[in-house]
Structures are given as C-alpha cells and as structure tokens.
C-alpha cells in the first residue's frame, strides 16, 4: 500500500479545475499542439508536469512546468519517475519502428 500511495494521482485535484482547462490550452498552444519528445501530434495530446505535483505542488500551475506530450511518451516519461528502467531500444527495433511509420503514411493503393 505504501509504494501505490506514494504515487497515487496527486494531480487531480489540479487538472480537474477550470483554471487547469485555461492553462491546457495555453501550453498546447505553446507547444504548436504537438509533442515535445517526439513531434507528433495525432491522437490525444496530454499536459504533463516536468517537475511531478506530488513533490512541488507549488508548479502545479507554472506553465514553464508544463509540456505538451502524446500518450506513449508521457506514459514512458511516468515509468520512469516511478522507478521502473528505461526502455532499451536496440537499432533492430528502431529500425523495424520507423519501416511500420512509413508503412503507415503510405497511401493505400487499393483505396
């Protein structure tokens, strides 16, 4: 129980205020409304908080505390202040990730 409530979702009682809307808009205007690690900007894009609120509650509401990232990178980026290892991308798989981005951008020629 000890290691779930110390990272329990302190961010909530932010992020769902009118004023934590305001400053969403700002940063994801900011950001050019893509991701700050990787650039993409397809999919739901997430407001994250470069220092976490549980141990600086007073940036909760800095905006140079806040990047605009999509899901996967923000999720990697919070596994990581949890304390599980970072993912080790061999050059096969990098490799392999980039073959299936162009496959996807492809028009489909049976269309």
Not at 13 to 18: A, E, G, K, L, Q
Request: net charge positive.
């Amino acid at each position: 129980m000890g290691l779930m409530r110390e990272y329990q979702r302190h961010s909530k009682r932010v992020t769902s205020t009118r004023r934590w809307q305001v400053l969403r808009q700002a940063v994801l205007e900011r950001d050019g409304w893509a991701c700050v690690d990787c650039g993409t900007a397809r999919g739901r894009l997430e407001i994250d908080h470069v220092k976490p609120v549980r141990s600086n509650p007073e940036l909760a509401f800095d905006p140079t505390n806040c990047a605009t990232r999509c899901s996967r990178c923000h999720t990697k980026k919070t596994r990581i202040e949890c304390g599980h290892p970072a993912p080790i991308i061999t050059p096969e798989r990098e490799a392999w990730g980039k073959a299936v981005a162009e496959l996807a951008t492809q028009p489909n020629p049976a269309m």
